[in-house]
Nanobody, 125 residues
Framework: QARLVESGGGLVQAGGSLRLSCAAS????????MGWFRQAPGKEREFVSA????????YYADDVKGRFTMSRDIAKSTVYLQMNSLKPEDTAVYHC??????????????????WGQGTQVTVSS
């Protein structure tokens, strides 16, 4: 059974950094796109970034470009989200997800089949 487990969240001051990890297991994800989404209280789940597992191409939401970097370690079956220059508006629960290639628009949650439980990121001002 496919499983995604996030870690690395926490409390950080504005301007600080965090690195989130998502360990994938239970199936082969080489033909998947891995994504990060976030959801703040009272708001819709929103796209943050995505990576093509096989070739490593990355995609970012406009408000995180230049601050966040997504990467993957194929040997460890893990994807990462390096978050720098964090802002209070980045505060949310961050979820890792997996979508089959060609499943559609990777910026939308409905493209994704598998989800992790989420990790809380809180940025204080």
């Amino acid at each position: 059974q496919a499983r995604l487990v996030e870690s690395g969240g926490g409390l950080v001051q504005a301007g600080g950094s965090l690195r989130l990890s998502c360990a994938a297991s239970g199936r082969t994800f080489s033909t998947y796109v891995m994504g990060w989404f976030r959801q703040a209280p009272g708001k819709e789940r929103e796209f943050v970034s995505a990576i093509n597992w096989r070739v490593g191409n990355t995609y970012y939401a406009d408000d995180v470009k230049g601050r966040f970097t997504m990467s993957r370690d194929i040997a460890k079956s893990t994807v990462y989200l390096q978050m720098n220059s964090l802002k209070p508006e980045d505060t949310a629960v961050y979820h890792c997800a997996a979508a089959p290639l060609y499943s559609g628009n990777y910026t939308t949650p409905r493209a994704y089949d598998y989800w992790g439980q989420g990790t809380q990121v809180t940025v204080s001002s």
